[in-house]
Every structure is written in structure tokens, then in C-alpha cells.
């Protein structure tokens, strides 16, 4: 149990659906990020939010959509995906910007487009 | 950009043997963080470094921050099955607002 908790932990879409990710995290932190890590690819970041506000898009296509409604909630909203978008999204915090601090990870969510 | 690149990018060894995965930066790091995935899993924080030269231990596993503090490695000693795993190094941008994570090494424990 790392404190942060993502869901779905498994999800099959199809490239026309749109669905979300969750991720809530219980540790107080206030930075919050999503991770995409494919087979052969190493950890890569997508996005970063420090006290609600977005800090970093890493040139992230637009079907992908992140939200952050409070310190403690982080939701990636998918639509239109394609195959190449299956991978394992991780959610990760920190307690401030990550690059000095620990990062704690959720479980990740694995997701097929199919 | 800046760029952390971890070699071997895959170590099968025997059980007992022992394992060393080394980091390197192509800037020079405030930080270098260690973090471990195991199989199915996510990756779990192991240690931080901070200063030039830095040698840290847990348990069977040995952390050093090279002198430039643009190198680290991680040894095993003596592994164990539970050791399986991979093995990432993760160092700040220059900015110092998120972490660039090396490609990892698997570490793979035949008993």
C-alpha cells in the first residue's frame, strides 16, 4: 500500500470509446503526475500538476486529457486512442515538484486499445 | 536534452552471485534516485544521494554517487530470488521540478 491509489487497475477500450483514469493519492502531497511505461520505452512523463495547476505537457497528444480537480485527485481522460497507446499508466506524488523528492507510486492502470 | 542511461540493460545471474547496475547522466545531478519494479508490479523508492562521493547501504544492496555526481551504481551482493526485479535510476532536470528515469536494469535470479 503506497498511499496512492489508482483505478481501473486493468481496462480493454476500443479506439472510438472515451474513458478515465483515476488516481488519488492520501499522503498530503502536493504534486501529482502521470507516467506512460511501454515494453521497450523507459518510464516517461506526460504531465505534472503542483497544487492543482498543470506544470509540465510533455508534448502529450490531445486524446490525452488530464484533470486535476484538488491536491488529491488526478484523472486522465482517454478518447480516441490507438493501439500504440497500450501501455501502463502510472500515477504518481510527491511532496513538492518531483525532482528533489521521493516519488510514490500508484499500482498503475494497464490499459489494451483494441 | 538531458538524458540518464543505465547499462546492462538485462543481468540473468545464479542465485548467490553477485549484481551491479550502473547510471549515467549526461549533466551533472543535484540528486540521483533508486527505485525498484518488481514483475507486475511498480516502482518502488529505494534511496536518495545527494552529496559527491556518497556510499550508502541497505542491507545487501550498496548505493554510490560518483565524484561528478553525473554516475551512480547500485550493487548486489549475494542475490536472492526476491531480488528480481527492475532496477531504475531516476536524476532532476535541470529545472529540478521532475525526474528523468533510466531505461532500467532487469534483474533476473536463477535459484
Known amino acids: ?114 | 536534452g538531458q538524458q540518464v542511461m543505465q547499462i546492462p540493460q538485462y543481468q540473468h545471474v545464479q542465485e548467490g552471485e553477485d549484481f551491479t547496475t550502473y547510471c549515467n547522466s549526461s549533466t551533472t545531478l543535484s540528486n540521483i534516485q533508486w527505485y525498484k519494479q518488481r514483475p507486475g508490479g511498480h516502482p518502488v523508492f529505494l534511496i536518495q544521494l545527494v552529496k559527491s562521493g556518497e556510499v550508502k547501504k541497505q542491507k545487501r544492496l550498496t548505493f554510490q554517487f560518483g565524484e561528478a555526481k553525473k554516475n551512480s551504481s547500485l550493487h548486489i551482493t549475494a542475490t536472492q530470488t526476491t531480488d528480481v526485479g527492475t532496477y531504475f535510476c531516476a536524476g532532476p532536470t535541470d529545472s529540478s521540478y521532475k525526474l528523468i528515469f533510466g531505461s532500467g536494469t532487469r534483474l533476473l535470479v536463477r535459484p
Not at chain 1, 40 to 69: A, D, G, H, Q, W
Not at chain 1, 90 to 104: D, I, M, P, V, Y
Open chain 1, 1 to 114: 500500500e503506497t498511499g496512492v491509489t489508482q483505478t481501473p487497475r486493468h481496462l480493454v477500450m476500443g479506439m472510438t470509446n472515451k474513458k478515465s483514469l483515476k488516481c488519488e493519492q492520501h499522503l498530503g502531497h502536493n504534486a501529482m503526475y502521470w507516467y506512460k511505461q511501454s515494453a521497450k520505452k523507459p518510464l516517461e512523463l506526460m504531465f505534472v500538476y503542483s497544487l492543482e495547476e498543470r506544470v509540465e505537457n510533455n508534448s502529450v497528444p490531445s486524446r490525452f486529457s488530464p484533470e486535476c480537480p484538488n491536491s488529491s485527485h488526478l484523472f486522465l481522460h482517454l478518447h480516441t486512442l490507438q493501439p500504440e497507446d497500450s501501455a501502463l499508466y502510472l500515477c504518481a506524488s510527491s511532496q513538492g515538484l518531483g525532482g528533489n523528492t521521493e516519488a510514490f507510486f500508484g499500482q498503475g492502470t494497464r490499459l489494451t486499445v483494441v
